[in-house]
């Protein structure tokens, strides 16, 4: 089939690569002329695993081209929007102004009968207010929400857990059968498959981000209590863990989520239900939030505390600023937010991350960045580990402590083993351990 994913970013890049090593011929189209020239010279503008072989084969083998120009999409059978929906700069809500400019710049230029796909996460009522613009243009509107996982995106868009899609008036079958189309090699593994009206697939989006960011900031909060009374809350996620009801996954303690999706998503949702006049049924995302900020300070009051004295003018090796491993996305990083909050107290912050460095220095020149691992730990005399990085996992105690000037480390993600580094001299600091 002939696609076009209208947004390059983190899902939209990705999106349009899988979709080619699918068989589908995708133009992708972004306003940003930098990324499509990035994108159309068989680069990723974002790591992502896997994600430059997919690309570079798409580009071979002429089944994938990007481009500014939204004329290039005109012969698509069918449009994914993939563009951002961040944080309104005034508010909670959620900005909808690139979804609007890109149906927008759009329509001109699609065929009649053309399926527009949703795939941002948008507040709930979007596509109903859209499918008024898109249908009176002879075009059809469906939402197809999307599920990745950063780190995991180019596995979870070509073998995703499930697929739904929210369809609306009168072509809705229609618009069932052109995405079975569209998605056939995956259905053909028994993918579960839910098609739901509008409103519903809207909402499983932001539920399903609502669900996961209560589990993190549930642990969390245990973890503030573990703090007080001594109890170890790795061990407590593992006891509770092993009720299938609770599972283990999604229980780590540390310094919290980030993400352009997590934060941004409950906080829309909030803004989104009190509109609806149900304020009250989502007011503990609220708390979720505030729960999963107050873990970025209390790591940085551990630092602080460490010392004798203040904290101006000490070296503090921050490891990590990816929001998470295998990504070098930095939006709402807790980790960068840790490094940042320590330079502004004074310190000396020296930060490293296997991939996020050319993202973090766009977003904050001012701080200081190692070339490598080791530059970073050389003379610290504190260790903050803030993204569970495969080579921060692996660092050997005994080895790092002969680089650092003072084996002091706090394990902001609990993935450190304390009694193999309490062993090789450091004092450790774990978050509610
Ligand atoms: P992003 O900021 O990485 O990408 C958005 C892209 O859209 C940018 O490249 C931007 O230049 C482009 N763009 C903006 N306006 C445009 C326009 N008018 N026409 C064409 N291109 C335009 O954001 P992202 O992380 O890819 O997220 C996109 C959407 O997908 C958001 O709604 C997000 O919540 C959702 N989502 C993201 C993920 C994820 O893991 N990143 C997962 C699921 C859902």
Not at 60 to 76: I, R
Not at 247 to 270: E, H, Q, S, Y
Not at 392 to 410: G, I
Request: with cysteine; glycine share 10%; net charge negative.
């Amino acid at each position: 089939m002939q696609l076009s994913v209208i947004g390059c970013g983190y899902l939209g890049a990705v999106h349009a690569a899988a979709m080619a090593s699918l068989g589908h011929t995708v133009v992708g189209i972004d306003v940003d002329a930098a990324k499509v020239a990035t994108l159309s010279s068989g680069k990723a503008p974002i790591y992502e695993p896997g994600l430059n072989e997919i690309l570079q084969a798409g580009l071979d083998s002429g089944n994938l081209s990007f481009s500014t120009d939204y004329a290039d999409a005109a012969s698509a059978e069918v449009h994914f929007i993939g563009v951002g929906t961040p944080q309104r700069k005034d508010g909670a809500g959620a900005d909808l102004t690139y979804v609007d400019a890109a149906i927008g710049d759009l329509l001109p230029h699609a065929t009649a009968g053309s399926l527009v796909v949703g795939k941002s996460t948008v507040p709930v009522g979007t596509a109903e207010r859209l499918a008024g613009v898109v249908r009176p243009a002879g075009l059809r509107l469906a939402w197809n929400p999307e599920f990745l996982r950063e780190g995991f995106a180019v596995q979870d868009t070509v073998a995703p857990d499930r697929l739904v899609y929210g369809v609306g008036g009168d072509a809705a079958d229609d618009d069932v059968a052109t995405l079975d189309a569209v998605y056939a090699s995956i259905l053909e593994r028994d993918t579960p498959r839910l098609v739901t009206d509008y409103a519903t697939a809207e909402l499983v989006k932001v539920a399903a981000n609502s669900f996961l960011a209560t589990k993190i900031s549930f642990i969390n909060a245990m973890a503030e209590i573990a703090e007080v009374t001594g109890a170890d809350v790795t061990q407590l996620a593992d006891a509770i863990g092993h009720d299938v009801r609770i599972g283990r996954k999604f229980l780590n303690a540390g310094v919290g989520f980030g993400g352009g999706c997590l934060p941004k998503d409950i906080r829309a949702f909030t803004a989104r239900a009190e509109e609806l006049g149900r304020g009250e049924s989502v007011a503990f995302l609220k708390q979720v939030d505030e729960i999963n900020l107050r873990r970025r300070q209390r790591l940085v009051d551990l630092v602080v505390d460490s010392f004798d004295g203040p904290v101006f003018g000490r070296r503090v090796a921050v490891l990590g600023l990816a929001f998470k491993p295998d990504s070098d996305d930095i939006r709402d990083s807790p980790a960068l937010d840790v490094a940042v909050r320590l330079k502004g107290l004074g310190a000396e912050v020296v930060s490293y991350d296997p991939q996020a460095m050319e993202t973090a220095r766009r977003a904050h020149p001012q701080l200081t960045y190692a070339d490598s691992l080791e530059e970073a730990l050389t003379d610290a005399e504190a260790v903050a580990v803030v993204t569970e990085w495969k080579q921060f996992k692996e660092l050997d105690p005994a080895a790092t402590a002969e680089l650092v000037a003072r084996p002091v480390v706090f394990d902001g993600r609990n993935v450190l083993d304390p009694a193999a580094w309490r062993q090789a001299g450091w004092t450790y600091t774990g978050m509610g351990r």
